[in-house]
């Protein structure tokens, strides 16, 4: 704890020490769904990107299916850090919406590759 000393009798006072705010409620419930919905998207199209969809492999399919595992590990990563006791604090739980909304922004270019290659866009 941070002290201050009083001049007047050069002995140390405490100092508070700012508290840790807490996240309002139903916060956390909200974020841990909008993971797991995204999550299920996304496992979802990847397994038909990867099994079900017809066409060749190319260097560019192949770019969009890394860009999904990459989205779906953030998206994990998120998850994890929204299920633990310390996201109940505000500035955690901003660490997590940043690494939801990062996911979700990496989903997005994977699936705009994605629909590229599909549609035969790509060279």
């Known amino acids: ?70 989205a779906i590990v953030m998206q994990i990563i998120a998850l994890f850090r929204s299920l633990r006791l310390e996201d109940d604090n505000q500035k955690e739980y901003r660490k997590t919406v940043g690494w939801f909304i990062a996911s979700a922004v990496v989903l997005l270019v994977g699936l705009l590759i994605a629909v590229a290659v599909y549609a035969g866009v790509h060279t």
Request: net charge negative; hydrophobic share 45%.
């Open 1 to 70: 704890m941070a002290e201050k000393i009083d001049e007047e009798k050069d002995t140390p006072t405490p100092v508070a020490e700012p508290q840790a705010l807490p996240i309002p409620q139903g916060y956390r419930q909200g974020i841990v769904t909008a993971i797991t919905v995204l999550l299920g998207f996304s496992l979802t199209f990847f397994r038909f990107w990867g099994f079900e969809a017809s066409g060749d492999w190319t260097v560019a399919s192949i770019i969009a299916a890394g860009t999904f595992v990459v």
